[in-house]
């Protein structure tokens, strides 16, 4: 169990900012486009092809921005059809979008299609290669499908980026543990995690991922302890987290052995993200 307790599970890419043309040109073209043409439209007094230029630009840029806003919240609420069938539109539109390929990544990781999300991330990657939170969720991909050492090298990559990377810990800590390394070095990360004051699906992750830990070492006062801590964090998690933590709380209080409450959590798991990577599990488990 405390193997798998460990896993993470995608986050949505949050942003992080880079050289900021670059970022523009790659994620909003349209945006710089529209200021070369406004540039033309002054120099050549107003011209009438200028201006239908740009009306016909401000339409596209709110019709790609419009799908994504769409996309993203599919992705947030579990709506896993409608994501992908929007994120193929996005991609005809503009098939050079860094964001449709990390949320299409996400969509099918969250639906237990690792090795499909591989691909996705990497794309995301080649198109956007400084967002540290993308090569985290490349390397939660490449952990679920056993690739151990190139998650760490993705994980290690997202924390050069970014040294406060919550979720390049919680990699890490789970690709160390599957590598045998120590306890107190796969513990010393999943602390590392907490301290940097993570968003509240990382929190909740690293707090499975370490009551997980404790458990293993018979620390089961302290792994109580921070049980309680857990679902306060879950209404501001998106649905596949929030089904993914269900699951992992269902499975680490039936570690300690209080059955009707794990399954009260299992259930909100396969109710949250019925068809998400744990669903299956989580349905038999609430059922045993």
Known sequence: MSSQARKSWPTLPTGQPFNWLGKQLLLVPEAVLLLVV?????????????????????????????????????????????????L?????????????YALQGATLLARGQSEAAIMAFQRAIALFPAHPELHATLSAALLDTGLFHE???????????NPRSASAYLQLAGIEEQLGKP??????????????????????????????????????????????????????????????????????????????????HFEQSTQIDPRGRHAADAWRAGRQ
């Open 88 to 100: 193929a539109w996005l991609l005809r539109l503009y098939p050079y979008s860094a964001d449709a």
């Open 183 to 264: 306890i107190a070095t796969i513990e010393m990360l999943l602390r590392s995690g907490l301290a940097v004051h993570p968003l509240p699906p990382d929190e909740a992750a690293l707090r499975c991922a370490l009551i997980g830990l404790l458990l293993n070492q018979q620390r089961s006062q302290e792994a109580r302890q921070m049980l309680t801590l857990i679902e306060p964090l879950l209404p501001a998690c998106p649905a596949p987290q929030r089904a993914d933590i269900h699951f992992y709380l269902g499975t680490l209080l039936n570690a300690i052995d209080a059955p009707e409450q794990a399954r009260l």
């Open 38 to 86: 406004l540039l033309f439209h002054v120099l050549l007094g107003g011209s009438l092809l200028t201006a239908l230029i740009g009306l016909a630009l401000v339409l596209y840029l709110v019709l790609r921005l419009s799908l994504l806003g769409m996309a993203r919240q599919a992705v947030t609420t579990a709506s896993y059809a409608r994501a992908e069938q929007v």
């Open 151 to 161: 998650a760490r090298q993705a994980a290690t990559q997202a924390l050069e980026l």
